[in-house]
């Protein structure tokens, strides 16, 4: 619709109704300029149109608005409005404003397109004219503030940078004269506004902490009114939230957070669909229906409540989503289609990301992953990793300038990096995040990485003290660093002045293993004369020599243990050659470290875990773990593992308190849940990868005591139930059966007491319970009772064989049956002598049970659970010692020829289990479980998490740890010459795993 009023000419264009709103654009044409008026009922907005239809993208994607793009900043109108009053109320009373926002909530926009542009527009009196400088602290703060006041104010640059050196009050009044706010002045309203963005950066550790005072004090300056004079500036700083609080150090930080601060919270709703809408429609784009509604439900966004609920920090993700979508749009439309293509807003910047790397070759991608770690500076506190902004000269250091240039060319064009005329930093934080391949890049250098950043705070030190000699590195510090960086592949990384200083710690070292060299031999000589003094024989010479070997290879092991967290590769080389001079614990370090170094973890989310039970089956090729706990888990959940190892838990249907004990039927697919505190079983069957159904939840009759075991029969309907010992009491007394078995068919339940034997019409607990794979036989440990059943019948089960203790006084605790039903094994209590025996039987005949082997534990640890592997030929024992839980594995094959081959520390909880089906999400460690995925061993650690060991690579450590250790570094096993003259210059040189 066109109208004419005084001489303009008036176009009205109804656009179609998006998310319940109808978004009308008023266009009135004067002059050269087109004026937009954009409204949806509740909001107006205005801007210039100046581009052609689509021609320009509206979105920056992972980069934020900058002033000139303020014509495409909408959806934080009341914020920039509450921030510009703010500014107005201390533009005389002075003081620092903070603006605090989680990263990726839209801090940087806000101060540059929001509250720059509106100054600019003179929201404020005379601000039309008032000179702003925004810039982000760098390393050098003082420097880059220096710098802007130059440029903005026309100070002469030598004499600003000595007041700012020396006296930051001086400074302050050089800049109130030159921007004229003495009240002398003919314009008293002029201002200097100054912006600092990012000013978490002024916490990095580049920044001394002497410039870093000097910094928030000359700010802290510039912002102060002075004896009824106005401030010589408006100073704003933007702070990431999680930087909170080093702010604390700083009483005018302080002052400004609790006084002067805006906070920067999620956009309502509304906010968003302007965000998303009114940009695109300035430069003459349309959404396709529907596709407004999917980006809110993407970002989070409840759009059935006024208040959006989206987590804050999405923002660069909606961004990105939307300039990827732009680059995928049909014609003027903004699709559906296109943005599914992009990645939508959950994988835009991984399938961007992606997009590029692998758009370059392999030459080049190599040089992208150095690249960009180089540009990350990972936490040491456990807060957030951020980016690092680099000069271009230390970031493309040591690397081929063509392959550079392509990178970053590549990473730029996809405004994943940020390119000025002499720094390259990541757009966005965001990135560090969402872009998986970046993430485990960070993940596996984050040692290196961290060396890196204390290196760098090392240096800077040695520098400000003179490069005193006290301030070098030395010992394990200094064997990380030659470990990392002193190879050709790393060299680079390092500049001029940590070069240096590496070198520097490098000669002292070598001066300090000189005089100790010295030492060494003299005490040699020394030796070797007494040595002479003693030998009497040959025999003699001989013990003396090896005496030398074992005390030098303890010597190398200790050097090792020192270097263990700081350098682990160099530790690791350390103890193989301790153990090939014969050194028996560090073979026992080194399987107890690749030990650790197999394991693979996973957290269930429960504070702590009792029982454990893996389905003896898979589902579509997928494992099923149960987990319970007797400390208040409020039921029982369902873990499965597929390539996302640990992903996906469910809580099974059903209110299950304190669950203590669990079991599988061999099928895998019922599990028997046991409440002791509810005295019910709780059976789950089903599809455990989808949801499981509560088939039966048995109350258990009374008077049988707290039950606290429950086994599940061959036909999945027989189960039985058993109260074990009470407390001090290693019996417990009971005036009925503490075993129960019982039948579930139908809608009925079928219950029979096992007539165990009592004395004097009392019974006793029964400690273990189990039955086997080869139909309904059942096996009861405890006094009296260690015996095989028949409970075919269940009106009438009958006792067919006695299990005998190791003596007369004892009795079995613990029991299980191999997967085949053929063996069975029993532990027995820990007797008066402080001994324990397991003991296996021969069951195939489960009428004639014959003992096959006894093994004590050396020690007479009380035994918690036994288990066998899913091909019976390993059997896992695992006890307490009072320190912390260990898992013995035995190889049992030939059960007359038992063999420990390995053992591993699970940390306070020894409840294990066997599996066939857990599929790590680490590619080379999943391939192995794939090719040998008959026996994983898992183990319910303390703390809620899980831990999974391949069987046979335990097998391959106990036989030979120094082969597997030599596997596991590779080809580059050998120890370097550096290290070698460090710590082992008296050792003549010899390879350690060739």
């Given at each position: 619709?066109?109208t004419?009023?005084?001489?303009?000419?008036?176009?009205?264009?109804?656009?179609?109704?998006?998310?319940?709103?109808?978004?009308?654009?008023?266009?009135?044409?004067?002059?050269?300029?087109?004026?937009?008026?954009?409204?949806?009922?509740?909001?107006?907005?205005?801007?210039?149109?100046?581009?052609?239809?689509?021609?320009?993208?509206?979105?920056?994607?992972?980069?934020?608005?900058?002033?000139?793009?303020?014509?495409?900043?909408?959806?934080?109108?009341?914020?920039?409005?509450?921030?510009?009053?703010?500014?107005?109320?201390?533009?005389?009373?002075?003081?620092?404003?903070?603006?605090?926002?989680?990263?990726?909530?839209?801090?940087?926009?806000?101060?540059?397109?929001?509250?720059?542009?509106?100054?600019?527009?003179?929201?404020?009196?005379?601000?039309?004219?008032?000179?702003?400088?925004?810039?982000?602290?760098?390393?050098?703060?003082?420097?880059?503030?220096?710098?802007?006041?130059?440029?903005?104010?026309?100070?002469?640059?030598?004499?600003?940078?000595?007041?700012?050196?020396?006296?930051?009050?001086?400074?302050?009044?050089?800049?109130?004269?030159?921007?004229?706010?003495?009240?002398?002045?003919?314009?008293?309203?002029?201002?200097?506004?100054?912006?600092?963005?990012?000013?978490?950066?002024?916490?990095?550790?580049?920044?001394?902490?002497?410039?870093?005072?000097?910094?928030?004090?000359?700010?802290?300056?510039?912002?102060?009114?002075?004896?009824?004079?106005?401030?010589?500036?408006i100073?704003?700083?933007?702070?990431?939230?999680?930087?909170?609080?080093?702010?604390?150090?700083?009483?005018?930080?302080?002052?400004?957070?609790?006084?002067?601060?805006?906070?920067?919270?999620?956009?309502?709703?509304?906010?968003?669909?302007?965000?998303?809408?009114f940009?695109?429609?300035?430069?003459?784009?349309?959404?396709?229906?529907?596709?407004?509604?999917?980006?809110l439900?993407?970002?989070?966004?409840?759009?059935?409540?006024?208040?959006?609920?989206?987590?804050?920090?999405?923002?660069?993700?909606?961004?990105?989503?939307?300039?990827?979508?732009?680059?995928?749009?049909?014609?003027?439309?903004?699709t559906?289609?296109?943005?599914?293509?992009?990645?939508?807003?959950?994988?835009?910047?991984?399938?961007?990301?992606?997009?590029?790397?692998?758009?370059?070759?392999?030459?080049?991608?190599?040089?992208?992953?150095?690249l960009?770690?180089?540009?990350?500076?990972?936490?040491?506190?456990?807060?957030?990793?951020?980016?690092?902004?680099?000069?271009?000269?230390?970031?493309?250091?040591?690397?081929e300038?063509?392959?550079?240039?392509?990178?970053?060319?590549?990473?730029?064009?996809?405004?994943?990096?940020?390119?000025?005329?002499?720094?390259?930093?990541?757009?966005h934080?965001?990135?560090?995040?969402?872009?998986?391949?970046?993430?485990?890049?960070?993940?596996?250098?984050?040692?290196?990485?961290?060396?890196?950043?204390?290196?760098?705070?090392?240096?800077?030190?040695?520098?400000?003290?003179?490069?005193?000699?006290?301030?070098?590195?030395?010992?394990?510090?200094?064997?990380?660093?030659?470990?990392?960086?002193?190879?050709?592949?790393?060299?680079?990384?390092?500049?001029?002045?940590?070069i240096?200083?590496?070198?520097?710690?490098?000669?002292?070292?070598?001066?300090?293993?000189e005089?100790?060299?010295?030492?060494?031999?003299?005490?040699?000589?020394?030796?070797?004369?007494?040595?002479?003094?003693?030998?009497?024989?040959?025999?003699?010479?001989?013990?003396?020599?090896?005496?030398?070997?074992?005390?030098?290879?303890?010597?190398?092991?200790?050097?090792?243990?020192?270097l263990?967290?700081?350098?682990?590769?160099?530790?690791?080389?350390?103890?193989?050659l301790a153990?090939?001079?014969?050194?028996?614990?560090?073979?026992t370090?080194?399987?107890?470290?690749?030990?650790?170094?197999?394991?693979?973890?996973?957290?269930?989310?429960?504070?702590?875990?009792?029982?454990?039970?893996?389905?003896?089956?898979?589902?579509?090729?997928?494992?099923?773990?149960?987990?319970?706990?007797?400390?208040?888990?409020?039921?029982?959940?369902?873990?499965?593992?597929?390539?996302?190892?640990?992903?996906?838990?469910?809580?099974?249907?059903?209110?299950?308190?304190?669950?203590?004990?669990?079991?599988f039927?061999?099928?895998?697919?019922?599990?028997?849940?046991?409440?002791?505190?509810?005295?019910?079983?709780?059976?789950w069957?089903?599809?455990?990868?989808?949801?499981?159904?509560?088939?039966?939840s048995?109350?258990?009759?009374?008077?049988?005591?707290?039950?606290?075991?429950?086994?599940?029969?061959?036909?999945?309907?027989?189960?039985?139930?058993?109260?074990?010992?009470?407390?001090?009491?290693?019996?417990?007394?009971?005036?009925?059966?503490?075993?129960?078995?019982?039948?579930?068919?139908g809608?009925?339940?079928?219950?029979?007491?096992?007539?165990?034997?009592?004395?004097?019409?009392?019974?006793?607990?029964?400690?273990?319970?189990?039955?086997?794979?080869?139909?309904?036989?059942?096996?009861?440990?405890?006094?009296?009772?260690?015996?095989?059943?028949?409970?075919?019948?269940?009106?009438?089960?009958?006792?067919?064989?006695?299990?005998?203790?190791?003596?007369?006084?004892?009795?079995?605790?613990?029991?299980?049956?191999?997967?085949?039903?053929?063996?069975?094994?029993?532990?027995?209590?820990?007797?008066?002598?402080?001994?324990?025996?397991?003991?296996?039987?021969?069951?195939?005949?489960?009428?004639?049970?014959?003992?096959e082997?006894?093994?004590?534990?050396?020690?007479?640890?009380?035994?918690?659970?036994?288990?066998?592997?899913?091909?019976?030929?390993?059997?896992?024992?695992?006890?307490?010692?009072?320190?912390?839980?260990?898992?013995?594995?035995?190889?049992?094959?030939?059960?007359?020829?038992?063999?420990?081959?390995?053992?591993?520390?699970?940390?306070?909880?020894?409840?294990?289990?066997?599996?066939?089906?857990?599929?790590?999400?680490?590619?080379?460690?999943?391939?192995?479980?794939?090719?040998?995925?008959?026996?994983?061993?898992?183990?319910?650690?303390?703390?809620?998490?899980?831990?999974?060991?391949?069987?046979?690579?335990?097998?391959?450590?106990?036989?030979?740890?120094?082969?597997?250790?030599?596997?596991?570094?590779?080809?580059?096993?050998?120890?370097?010459?550096?290290?070698?003259?460090?710590?082992l210059?008296?050792?003549?040189?010899?390879?350690?795993?060739?």
């Amino acid at each position: 619709m066109t109208t004419q009023d005084g001489g303009e000419t008036h176009n009205t264009v109804i656009a179609e109704t998006v998310s319940g709103s109808v978004i009308q654009a008023r266009v009135i044409s004067g002059g050269i300029e087109q004026h937009i008026y954009y409204e949806d009922g509740a909001a107006r907005r205005t801007h210039r149109a100046e581009t052609a239809v689509g021609e320009e993208c509206p979105y920056p994607g992972l980069t934020a608005f900058s002033v000139d793009q303020a014509r495409w900043f909408f959806g934080r109108d009341a914020l920039t409005a509450q921030l510009v009053s703010r500014l107005d109320e201390h533009t005389e009373a002075g003081g620092m404003l903070i603006v605090v926002a989680p990263s990726g909530a839209g801090k940087s926009s806000l101060l540059r397109a929001g509250l720059v542009r509106k100054l600019a527009d003179g929201a404020l009196p005379g601000s039309r004219r008032w000179p702003v400088v925004v810039f982000t602290p760098t390393d050098s703060p003082m420097s880059a503030l220096g710098d802007h006041l130059v440029k903005s104010c026309g100070l002469e640059p030598i004499a600003l940078k000595a007041a700012m050196a020396g006296d930051p009050r001086i400074c302050i009044s050089m800049v109130r004269n030159a921007v004229g706010t003495d009240e002398d002045t003919a314009d008293v309203h002029r201002r200097l506004v100054v912006i600092v963005d990012q000013f978490e950066e002024v916490f990095s550790a580049g920044v001394d902490e002497d410039e870093r005072r000097r910094f928030v004090e000359t700010l802290s300056g510039l912002a102060t009114a002075d004896e009824g004079r106005a401030p010589a500036a408006i100073v704003v700083c933007g702070l990431r939230s999680d930087f909170y609080s080093p702010c604390a150090a700083y009483p005018q930080l302080r002052d400004a957070l609790q006084t002067r601060q805006t906070l920067v919270g999620p956009m309502s709703i509304d906010e968003l669909r302007e965000a998303i809408l009114f940009p695109a429609r300035d430069v003459g784009l349309r959404f396709e229906a529907g596709l407004i509604n999917v980006l809110l439900d993407d970002l989070g966004v409840n759009q059935d409540h006024a208040a959006s609920g989206y987590e804050v920090g999405r923002l660069p993700l909606l961004a990105h989503a939307l300039r990827a979508t732009w680059r995928e749009r049909r014609g003027s439309v903004l699709t559906v289609d296109g943005y599914l293509a992009s990645g939508g807003i959950h994988y835009a910047v991984a399938t961007t990301a992606d997009k590029a790397f692998l758009s370059l070759g392999s030459a080049d991608q190599v040089t992208a992953r150095t690249l960009l770690l180089r540009l990350v500076k990972v936490s040491t506190n456990g807060s957030e990793d951020t980016r690092h902004r680099r000069l271009r000269e230390e970031l493309v250091a040591g690397l081929e300038p063509p392959s550079a240039r392509t990178v970053l060319r590549v990473f730029a064009d996809g405004r994943l990096l940020t390119q000025q005329t002499d720094t390259v930093e990541i757009t966005h934080e965001v990135l560090l995040t969402a872009w998986p391949r970046l993430r485990s890049w960070v993940a596996e250098d984050r040692a290196r990485l961290i060396a890196r950043q204390q290196l760098v705070e090392a240096v800077d030190l040695w520098e400000g003290e003179n490069r005193d000699s006290d301030y070098l590195y030395r010992g394990s510090r200094l064997a990380a660093v030659q470990e990392w960086f002193c190879d050709s592949s790393h060299r680079h990384d390092l500049n001029d002045s940590e070069i240096a200083f590496v070198d520097a710690s490098n000669e002292r070292e070598g001066r300090q293993r000189e005089l100790e060299a010295r030492h060494r031999r003299r005490q040699r000589r020394l030796n070797i004369i007494l040595a002479l003094l003693l030998v009497a024989t040959t025999t003699t010479s001989v013990v003396v020599y090896r005496q030398s070997r074992l005390a030098r290879a303890q010597s190398v092991l200790a050097e090792a243990n020192a270097l263990r967290s700081s350098a682990p590769r160099v530790a690791m080389q350390l103890t193989i050659l301790a153990a090939r001079l014969g050194d028996s614990d560090a073979r026992t370090v080194l399987t107890e470290q690749l030990d650790q170094d197999l394991r693979y973890s996973f957290q269930t989310g429960s504070d702590s875990l009792s029982p454990i039970a893996f389905s003896p089956t898979r589902q579509y090729g997928i494992g099923v773990l149960a987990t319970g706990g007797p400390f208040g888990i409020p039921g029982v959940k369902s873990y499965w593992e597929g390539p996302s190892m640990g992903s996906d838990s469910e809580t099974l249907a059903g209110k299950v308190a304190d669950v203590t004990d669990l079991a599988f039927d061999t099928s895998g697919s019922v599990l028997a849940g046991l409440s002791t505190k509810n005295q019910t079983v709780t059976i789950w069957q089903g599809d455990f990868l989808g949801h499981p159904q509560v088939v039966s939840s048995v109350t258990l009759p009374p008077p049988i005591a707290p039950i606290d075991r429950v086994a599940i029969g061959a036909d999945a309907r027989l189960f039985a139930i058993a109260s074990g010992p009470r407390g001090n009491d290693r019996h417990g007394v009971f005036p009925d059966s503490p075993v129960i078995l019982f039948r579930v068919a139908g809608d009925g339940v079928q219950y029979s007491p096992l007539p165990l034997r009592g004395e004097m019409g009392m019974f006793v607990g029964v400690d273990g319970l189990a039955f086997s794979s080869r139909g309904d036989i059942l096996a009861t440990t405890g006094l009296h009772n260690d015996s095989l059943w028949d409970v075919s019948d269940l009106s009438h089960p009958q006792r067919i064989a006695d299990l005998v203790p190791p003596t007369e006084r004892e009795t079995f605790e613990k029991v299980a049956f191999s997967p085949d039903g053929n063996t069975l094994v029993a532990v027995s209590a820990v007797s008066s002598s402080g001994s324990t025996m397991v003991t296996l039987f021969d069951v195939s005949s489960p009428a004639r049970p014959v003992e096959e082997i006894k093994v004590p534990m050396p020690r007479g640890e009380r035994i918690d659970q036994v288990s066998f592997s899913n091909d019976g030929r390993t059997l896992a024992v695992a006890y307490n010692d009072g320190i912390g839980a260990t898992v013995e594995l035995w190889d049992i094959a030939n059960p007359s020829q038992v063999g420990r081959f390995n053992s591993v520390h699970a940390g306070s909880n020894s409840n294990i289990a066997f599996s066939r089906s857990i599929y790590p999400r680490i590619e080379q460690t999943r391939k192995y479980m794939e090719e040998h995925s008959d026996n994983l061993l898992a183990v319910a650690g303390g703390s809620g998490s899980v831990d999974l060991w391949v069987v046979d690579q335990l097998k391959e450590v106990g036989a030979d740890p120094i082969k597997a250790a030599c596997a596991e570094m590779g080809s580059d096993s050998e120890i370097k010459d550096a290290v070698w003259t460090r710590y082992l210059a008296d050792v003549s040189r010899q390879p350690i795993c060739s």
